[in-house]
């Protein structure tokens, strides 16, 4: 649909089927600030005002229309089935059927004339389906890629054509309150209070569609670092920053040696999904991402979700693609933004803020740890581990070797007591900081639905489950 025939139709919101409860503290003292609302820590919406009526929207980086639902709109007649003059956006989640409007938009302090809005039709968008892919309070969907992806382009260009930047901050707690998007900026108190150091990668394309980074390395566990896409002409992957998926999502084979090897004694979550469900114990690895020449890493709380009743739900799966131009894809969702601040840099690069050393080491490509080796065994690391020809080098022992010896494994013992005893003091902490956790959750998950096998499963929940990235 071009934008030469859409007409002017003034939007107004309907009845709503719930009331929406507020709970929305931003941690940004700029005026520029949009508060961001956290539902059960997968999905963030905020509110966008379209002919002087506010909506409620979820935010995504990875597509770039804005639609509202039409059984939100007052006035409006809801279709069943697609119309045949309208327009279909497809996502990994699905597809919405859209008519496109001209509308007065206002996100933030930007407002934006004739700016192209769909009212979207269909069984996809209606609150009481259960194929509908809007979650929570969402009534519609607002994407911030770029105008190249657009299904309903607007005569002046997309919404971030009008500014030069965004950044957001999402809390990570289960509906907590914080989360914020800020536009042409980043919160400074926000970075250094936190200790907060911002690490640039470029857009893979100067004339970019989706937010693309380049993904050098990967590393789960100690297992040995792999380039997966080292022989592509960029040296690098395709990974899609997109604030509308909600999961981590890995090509289908990285995904299935994922799987096989740490989620065997996992169930899947929902029938047909590739989502898993696991007791709160599995031991799960470190997830690192390099990107250019840092590496960024997710720990096992930071992808999964508590279930309550001693289950999580682990916040990693496959693109949905297994061939096709989106095969190599990774899918950079809030699995991972809810641990990174981002910045979005238009039309050249994305930030990511993290604590040097902590949860990002700048200067290197993931690598693995160093595996053991008997003394018969050669050396080929070439640096700094065993660097004699047998054994540990650098300790000599003479005729006093034992006293020495003793002294050394007394040394050694007492180091080894004392970490031993801030391990478990630690894990204690830990334990008792999950248990608290997993009960607020569990009381705020209504309705809860008990499931075959006993688990409990909050509904709706992770939806869309694979993200509102647009495969165009």
Not at 208 to 225: E, L
Not at 343 to 366: H, K, L, M
């Amino acid at each position: 649909m071009t934008s030469n025939a859409v007409a002017k139709v003034p939007m107004r919101r309907g009845q709503t089927l719930w009331t929406r409860s507020r709970r929305l503290v931003s941690s940004a003292s700029n005026s520029n600030a949009v508060d961001m609302e956290n539902y059960q820590g997968t999905i963030y919406f905020a509110d966008i005002v379209v002919d002087g009526t506010t909506f409620v929207v979820q935010v995504d980086t990875g597509s770039s229309d804005l639609w509202i639902s039409c059984y939100y709109l007052s006035g409006s007649t809801c279709e069943s089935t697609c119309p045949s003059d309208a327009e279909t956006i497809s996502y990994g989640s699905g597809d919405v059927c859209v008519e496109g409007q001209s509308a007065d938009i206002k996100f933030g302090n930007i407002a934006v004339s004739n700016y192209v809005v769909g009212v979207a039709q269909g069984s996809t968008v209606n609150p009481s389906s259960s194929t509908s892919l809007l979650a929570g309070d969402a009534q519609g969907l607002f994407g911030l890629a770029y105008s190249s992806l657009a299904t309903l382009p607007s005569p002046g260009g997309q919404f971030i054509d009008y500014v030069t930047s965004f950044s957001m901050y999402l809390t990570q707690e289960d509906n907590s309150d914080g989360s914020f998007l800020l536009l042409n900026g980043v919160d400074d108190a926000l970075i250094s209070s936190n200790g907060l150091v911002p690490y640039t990668v470029n857009l893979k394309s100067s004339t970019p569609t989706h937010w693309t980074i380049g993904m050098t390395a990967m590393q789960i566990g100690n297992n040995t670092a792999v380039f997966p896409c080292s022989t592509a002409s960029s040296g690098s992957c395709d990974s899609i920053v997109d604030s509308g998926t909600s999961l981590l999502a890995m090509p289908s084979s990285v995904y299935s040696d994922f799987v096989s090897t740490y989620l065997s004694s996992c169930q899947l979550y929902q029938s047909g999904s590739q989502i898993y469900m696991c007791s709160s114990d599995i031991d799960l690895p470190r997830l690192a991402l390099t990107f250019g020449d840092v590496t960024f890493y997710l720990e096992k709380e930071d992808y999964i979700i508590n279930l309550g009743g001693n289950m999580v739900v682990v916040e990693v799966q496959a693109t949905s693609s297994s061939s096709g131009s989106y095969a190599n894809t990774w899918i950079i969702g809030e699995t991972f933004l809810k641990v990174f601040y981002t910045s979005y840099n238009v039309n050249e690069s994305v930030t990511f803020y993290c604590v040097e050393n902590s949860t990002c080491t700048p200067g290197s490509q993931a690598v693995s740890l160093p595996a053991s080796s008997d003394s018969s065994g050669d050396n080929t690391g070439g640096n700094g581990y065993g660097g004699g020809s047998g054994g540990v080098s650098g300790i000599t022992f003479g005729d006093d070797g034992n006293s020495h010896l003793t002294t050394i494994l007394a040394i050694v013992l007492g180091v080894l007591g004392f970490f031993f005893i801030i391990a478990v003091v630690t894990y204690l902490f830990r334990c008792l900081c999950r248990r608290r956790r997993a009960y607020r959750h569990e009381q705020s998950l209504q309705p809860v639905l008990v499931v075959p096998g006993g688990y409990y499963q909050p509904q709706p929940a992770i939806q869309p489950s694979q993200g509102y990235y647009a495969q165009h």
